[in-house]
């Protein structure tokens, strides 16, 4: 909604105080997904060892989780010069890679400590949120190319 309809509410200092903090606590949340254990699929033991930890969330699903959480709009701010004349609306659809966070949800289901009938519920309620996200991420996305063309919305 950020990149498509630039809303002034999303430029206030509250907002971009929230964005920072959000992007700092994922932040945080990688920097202690480097020592949370995992269970070995092959094993089906608990893995303690930090080498293999790291290695297993590096080569895992580090990068997505990286990606995701670069302030990219704060990167393309405080350096200009290498972006050319800063955030233009090309650089600022960028930021919807952090749209990624969201795939951490089916994680959260799978180890969640409860029944399979809720888990199952939880399930269904993520696909029609994913659903809904979709369908809004792509009328956005219309909204988005259509007004970098030039052409109208919705023709006469």
């Known amino acids: ?7 002034q509410v999303f430029q206030t200092t509250i907002f971009k105080v929230f964005d920072d903090f959000i992007d700092l606590s994922f932040m945080l949340d990688i920097i202690i997904s480097f020592r949370t254990t995992f269970q070995n699929p ?3 033991d608990e893995e303690t060892n930090g080498w293999v930890i790291f290695k297993n969330y590096f080569f895992g699903r580090f990068w997505i989780d990286f990606i995701s959480t670069l302030p990219f ?4 701010t405080w350096f200009p010069s290498l972006f050319g004349n800063g955030l233009t609306n090309e650089y600022s659809v ?4 952090k749209l990624f966070r969201i795939l951490r949800l089916g994680r959260l289901i799978n180890y969640l400590n409860s029944s399979d009938d809720f888990k199952q519920q939880l399930r269904l309620i993520k696909l029609i949120f994913f659903l809904i996200l979709y ?3 792509c009328g956005c996305m219309w909204f988005f190319v259509s007004k970098s063309t030039g052409k109208k919305w919705v023709p006469k």
């Open 73 to 76: 709009d704060t990167i393309v």
């Open 94 to 97: 960028i930021s919807c890679l």
């Open 42 to 44: 092959y094993t089906g």
């Open 1 to 7: 909604m950020d990149v498509a309809f630039e809303p």
């Open 135 to 137: 369908i809004h991420f």
